[in-house]
């Protein structure tokens, strides 16, 4: 397992890492300098510490902290999961919201909150198993890339059907068809 200690970081690794994340961020780069932003800095960022590094953007301050959010993950996590117990969890969400789904089946309301949070924490699940993908040593490799695009259409879908959804009385049956046509048993 290859090991990442971003709080040893220097300055100039987390300016190169802003560089890396979006081009357009480089005007934010000096400023991270400037005031010595490194690892251990980074990895403790807050929207008010962007606002006083000068970036206004809320946007960027939103992207920018996402990005610190993967990375306090792999920092913290890096030693303890690999590929195949993230698939294995995002298995076990999903089989788990359709457990939900069947027991809300048919109810003629909403989904309850046990259904959303279902929802939510296999987008989760989602989320760390792309960021896995898109990192070495997986990064470039066509397999791992289409594999990666048809997680990320999967979890938007979800999201979608949900987001649109939510509010109709059949919304459990048509999210455990989405999920059952999704990913078959």
């Keep these: ?11 100039e690794e987390t300016a190169a890492w802003l560089s890396g994340v979006d081009p ?3 005007p934010y780069v000096q400023a991270f300098v400037n005031n010595g932003i490194d690892g251990a800095a980074l990895l403790l960022l ?3 510490d962007l606002e006083k590094l000068s970036v206004a953007s809320l946007g960027h ?4 902290l996402e990005a610190v959010e993967l990375l306090n993950h792999l920092h913290h ?20 919201l359709a457990g939900e789904l069947r027991g809300s ?25 792309v960021s896995w993908l898109d990192r070495y040593p997986f990064e470039g490799e066509e397999e791992y890339a289409v594999l990666r695009s048809q997680v990320v259409r999967l979890g938007l879908e979800l999201a979608a059907c949900v987001h649109v959804n939510a ?18 048993q």
């Excluded at 397992?1 to 300055?11: A, G, P």
């Excluded at 195949?84 to 999903?94: A, D, F, G, W």
């Excluded at 509010?167 to 078959?184: K, Q």
């Design 1 to 11: 397992m290859i090991m990442v200690n971003i709080k040893n970081w220097r300055v």
């Design 24 to 26: 357009g961020f480089q």
């Design 46 to 48: 807050t929207s008010y």
């Design 61 to 64: 301050r939103e992207l920018i």
């Design 77 to 96: 996590q890096s030693d303890r999961e690999t590929l195949q117990t993230l698939c294995l969890s995002v298995t076990v969400k999903c089989r788990s």
């Design 105 to 129: 089946g048919g109810s003629g309301g909403a989904p309850c909150n046990r259904v959303v949070a279902a929802v939510s924490s296999l987008l989760g699940g989602v989320k760390t198993l």
């Design 167 to 184: 509010t109709r009385p059949d919304c459990p049956d048509m999210l455990l068809a989405a999920v059952s046509h999704s990913f078959p």
